[in-house]
């Protein structure tokens, strides 16, 4: 269908009747995962092939992350691994997400193979994008924002992830702590309709969808424009009353990620312990808990304000998990400092934590501070609060071993032949003894042993 325009140095000939064939790699956090679903779906509808190989695509496309310098230099050494693989034949190359909203056109300078730079709202126009790079454009860039009025659902026939489906509700974050990156790259907090968001978890359940995902920067911040949806739903925060009316679809599983602790009212807690199907699991970063560095990352809260939502959580009638992001070696981090950050993590007892090593990040307040702590002192710190994370999880983990859980099956497991790997409705990671048959189901697992990052157990329902 499409053709790609012919250099004199290079011919490359695709078949008029042959289609164009997509390979989408992702990186990042699940926003990225559900652009690219949004972007696969919108792929196919124009008439593209989607290939699970860069190998033989005709057009190869990078989803990329830039929250920490590892992670933003991703792209560029798969690139580079692309070229290796792909001497004498020209793919059209394109980078997509924060890297590419963030960089713009200066990474056609940097990477040569790029022939397509879109930004993080340019989803929907990528058909068009590829096509212009198939005639022969060398340089198509889009950094603009989303057309007024554009669709967000993807079709549940469509979806790429099968048993769980990530639901964006807002997009963007107004919040502009000092050290990251996400304010530039996703733009301004933009909440969906409810109505919307209602009728395509609907869809989902109908479809036989077992779990959905309520994904965003920070989904507390739900602040929709109009009340389309939430008519009847009782609520402290808009939120919490989008979590009433989602509940109220009668989906199976919900689950949401990722709540700001300022944002964080208890009512969230309230509607979790009315609702069976609002999932019993909250993550909530903290990222320190020294408050002269909360408030030199300018998160809006003290370690007390942190620990008072903590509290409510851990009153609530459900016993709930709670998992964390913590960043070491914030400029200006003293041991203190990082005394009071191991603290915080040993009071409240995480059941999961993810803890990264500041990485500083260009255009960002903090990036204008000295990046003081050594990169073997981050290091320490970072071994040091992971090691005490892991005897405390340790601890909690061991405390489900007899009891049952109800565990989606999700995929076999990448360990073991036998057995088969899900999620529980506390978020931990179970794997158990059983097959394919099972997939996309809810099953019953009694626990047996606990290991470090996830539990072990043995399915009693019947099959
Ligand atoms: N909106 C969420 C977090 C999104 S980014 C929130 O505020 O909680 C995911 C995590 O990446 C953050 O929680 C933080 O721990 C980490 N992170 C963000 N920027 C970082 C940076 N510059 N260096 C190291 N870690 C960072
Ligand atoms: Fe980044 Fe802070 Fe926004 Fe989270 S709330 S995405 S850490 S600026
Ligand atoms: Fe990364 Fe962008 Fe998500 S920077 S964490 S992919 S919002």
Same mark, same amino acid.
């Given at each position: 269908?499409?053709?790609?325009? =012919? ?13 164009? $064939? ?9 926003? @990225? ?27 190869? #496309? ?38 590419? *909203? &963030? ?11 790029? @022939? ?11 058909? *068009? #994008? ?83 995902? &309520?994904?965003?920067? @920070? =989904? ?22 989008? #979590? ?14 990722? $709540? ?60 709930? $998990? ?29 059941d999961g934590l993810y803890i990264f090593k500041y990485s500083e990040r260009r255009g960002t307040p903090a990036a ?24 405390? *999880? ?36 179970? @794997? ?32």
């Open positions: 269908m499409h053709v790609r325009n =012919v250099s004199m140095k290079s011919v490359r000939l695709v078949s008029q009747t042959m289609s164009t $064939s997509v390979y989408l790699e992702t990186f990042g956090c699940q926003m @990225n995962v559900a652009d690219s679903e949004r972007a696969d779906v919108r792929l196919r509808a124009a008439g593209f092939d989607l290939s699970t190989s860069p190998e033989d695509a005709d057009v190869i #496309l990078f989803n990329t992350c830039s929250v920490r310098e590892r992670a933003a230099h991703k792209v560029f050494t798969r690139i580079g691994e692309v070229r290796r693989q792909r001497i004498g034949s020209e793919p059209v190359v394109g980078v997509m997400g924060c890297v590419a *909203q &963030l960089e713009g056109d200066s990474i056609f300078d940097a990477s040569p193979l790029v @022939n397509i730079v879109a930004g993080t709202r340019a989803t929907d126009r990528l058909p *068009q #994008l590829i096509s212009r790079a198939l005639q022969g454009e060398r340089r198509v860039l889009d950094l603009d924002e989303r057309a007024e009025g554009e669709v967000w659902d993807v079709p549940a026939s469509d979806r790429t992830s099968k048993h769980v489906a990530f639901v964006p509700i807002i997009e963007g974050c107004n919040k502009f702590c000092t050290y990251c990156i996400v304010p530039y790259s996703r733009g301004r907090e933009k909440s969906r309709l409810a109505s919307d968001i209602v009728a395509e978890i609907h869809a989902l359940r109908s479809y036989g969808y077992k779990e959905i995902h &309520l994904i965003g920067q @920070n =989904v507390n911040s739900y602040r929709p424009k109009t009340d389309d949806g939430l008519e009847g739903f009782k609520g402290a925060t808009p939120f919490c009353r989008l #979590l009433r009316a989602v509940a109220a679809t009668g989906m199976e599983r919900i689950k949401f990620t990722t $709540s700001f602790p300022r944002d964080f009212h208890p009512d969230i807690v309230a509607a979790i312990d009315e609702n069976e199907n609002l999932c019993e699991w909250i993550h909530l970063p903290v990222q320190s808990g020294s408050d002269r560095i909360l408030r030199a990352m300018r998160r809006g809260h003290t370690a007390g304000d942190y620990l008072k939502r903590i509290d409510a959580v851990k009153n609530a009638r459900r016993k709930m $998990s709670i998992t964390s992001d913590i960043i070491v070696g914030f400029p200006g981090e003293t041991r203190e400092d990082f005394g009071k950050t191991v603290k915080l993590v040993e009071q409240v007892g995480y204008k501070l000295d990046d003081d702590v050594s990169r073997e002192e981050k290091a320490a710190r970072f071994a040091q609060l992971e090691e005490a994370q892991r005897k405390l *999880q340790q601890k909690i983990y061991d405390r489900y071993v007899g009891r049952v859980l109800d565990v989606l099956v999700e995929r076999p497991s990448s360990k073991s032949e036998r057995d088969m790997t899900g999620h529980s409705t506390c978020h931990k990671v179970v @794997n158990f003894p059983g097959d394919v048959s099972m997939l996309g189901k809810v099953k019953s697992v009694r626990v047996t042993a606990a290991k470090q990052n996830s539990l072990y157990g043995e399915i009693i329902s019947a099959p």
